[in-house]
C-alpha cells in the first residue's frame, strides 16, 4: 500500500483550512490547532516545515502567524506532498535514478516511471481550492478532480446494493 505519512495528511488537513480561513489574515499555530483538533507540537512542526517550503508565509510578533504565500487556486496536491515527504516517487529510480543496482536490466523500470508521472500529474491537477471548498455535505464529486467513470468496466457483475 502506498501510503502518506500522518504528518504530511496533517498538513493538507492544515492547508486547507487555511485556505477556507483566508482573507489576507495570519493565523497562529495553536489557534490553528484547536480549530483542527490535531496535536499543537506537530501543527507548529508542520506550519514551520510548509513556510520553509514557500507554501506558507509566517509573520513574528504578536500579530504575527501563518497565511497561505499563494491563492488556493495555485497550490497543488503535489507540492504539499513534496513540502513533506520531499521527491515525489512511488519507487526509489523514480526519484534517484542510478540509486538501483537493478536498474539497467529493470524490465518494468520505464512503467514504473509512466506510473509515477501519471499519478503526480493527477495529483497536481488537484489544488488546495479543490480540497477546502468540497460540494455540499463534504463529499468531492471524482469528475472535479478529473476522474473519469464513464468507462468502468460493465462485465465486472452487479454490485451490491444496485437491485440486480
Known amino acids: 500500500m502506498i501510503r502518506l505519512s500522518r504528518l504530511t495528511d496533517y498538513a493538507i488537513v492544515l492547508m486547507a483550512h487555511l485556505a477556507a480561513r483566508e482573507g489576507g489574515s495570519t493565523h497562529n499555530a495553536r489557534e490553528v490547532a484547536t480549530d483542527t483538533q490535531l496535536p499543537a507540537p506537530a501543527v507548529s ?7 520553509r517550503a514557500g507554501l506558507l508565509d509566517s509573520q513574528r510578533g504578536s500579530k504575527g502567524g501563518y497565511a497561505l504565500a499563494r491563492p488556493p487556486e495555485q497550490i497543488s ?20 535514478p542510478g540509486a538501483c543496482v537493478q536498474e539497467s536490466s529493470c524490465h518494468v523500470r520505464e512503467p514504473w516511471q509512466r506510473i509515477n508521472r501519471v499519478v503526480r500529474d493527477a495529483l497536481a491537477d488537484v489544488s488546495l481550492a479543490d480540497l477546502a471548498a468540497p460540494a455540499a455535505g463534504g463529499i468531492v464529486p471524482l469528475a472535479s478532480l478529473g476522474i473519469d467513470l464513464t468507462n468502468l468496466d460493465e462485465s465486472a457483475g452487479p454490485r451490491a446494493g444496485d437491485g440486480s
Do not use: D, Q, R, Y
Open 77 to 96: 496536491v503535489t507540492e504539499m506532498i513534496t513540502a513533506l515527504e520531499g521527491p515525489f516517487g512511488l519507487t526509489e529510480c523514480t526519484v534517484h
Open 45 to 51: 512542526k508542520i506550519l514551520k516545515s510548509l513556510a
